[in-house]
């Protein structure tokens, strides 16, 4: 399937509104697939996360904790012994070299603990603005949204935003979603990046956000009806419907 352009023009702030509503309503108890105890292992395991799915971090993570419980430890690790329990979340080397100077930096300046400013993540090495907004939001409950790959494809696809970087990205859905929903709204799209509108092809014909979202129209015209019925049919547009805003009991 060639791959789907993402709409030209955002999506109207009311309907903004109703997507978001929606994907609330989808996934009301969204949180990270990653599993952690506390601050420092989720930051690890987020390091660990790039280029990676969650489940395999969640599968490295026990025997790296077990040996290397708090950032004192990781900090005088030998990296040779972090590659080989890390070797299969990708790129080990960069990795197992990031969470050893991350901790030293840990224990260093922050007494071991991690800091829950932006700044001071950022300067943690491994730590980007992503990984910072996961360990803000997810950690210490701070206002935040992650951009990762999932929610860049989703939130162009629904039109939230015409974004080019994932900063763009991340300045949109801020101003489209309550502050005080921000830490929540990555997880709503992730999961429905993960579970529905998957890349490549989206699984349009049941999702919920079908009939106002823009990209089923998208599809079906740059598939064409004759060329592909199965797929057309699947991304087919839905009439539109006004999604009610209340809560189920
Ligand atoms: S209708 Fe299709 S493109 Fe839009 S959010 Fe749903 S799965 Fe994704």
Redesign the pocket.
């Known amino acids: 399937m060639p791959k789907i352009p993402f709409p030209k023009k955002k999506a109207a702030k009311e309907v903004a509104a109703e997507e978001l509503a929606i994907l609330e309503r989808t996934y009301p108890r969204a949180v990270t697939a990653l599993d952690y105890r506390n601050p420092f292992e989720l930051l690890i395991a987020v390091i660990l996360s790039a280029q990676c799915t969650d489940a395999r971090v969640n599968m490295t993570t026990p025997s790296l904790f077990a040996k290397y419980p708090d950032a004192k430890k990781l900090a005088k690790a030998q990296q040779e012994d972090v590659e080989k329990i890390v070797k299969s979340c990708g790129f080990f080397r960069a990795k197992a070299r990031n969470i050893i100077n991350c901790a030293k930096a840990l224990v260093e300046h922050h007494g071991g603990e991690v800091p829950r400013e932006r700044e001071q993540l950022e300067a943690l090495a491994g730590v980007g603005r992503k990984t910072a907004n996961v360990v803000m939001s997810v950690a210490f409950e701070e206002a935040a949204i992650a951009v990762d790959t999932h929610v860049f494809r ?1 939130a162009h ?2 039109g939230l935003t015409l974004g080019k970087t994932p900063r763009d990205v991340e300045n949109d859905l801020q101003a489209a979603v309550p502050r005080e929903k921000w830490r929540h709204a990555h997880h709503w799209l992730i999961l ?1 990046g993960r579970a ?2 998957k890349a490549p092809v ?3 014909g049941v ?1 919920p ?2 009939g106002i ?1 823009p ?2 129209k998208i599809i079906a015209k740059s598939l064409g009806a004759r060329s592909r019925p199965g797929a057309a049919a699947a ?1 087919a547009p839905r009439p539109a419907r006004r999604a009610s805003t209340k809560k189920k009991a």
Do not use: S
């Open positions: 989703v696809r629904l429905h529905v509108c989206p699984l349009c999702c956000l079908n979202c990209t089923p991304a």
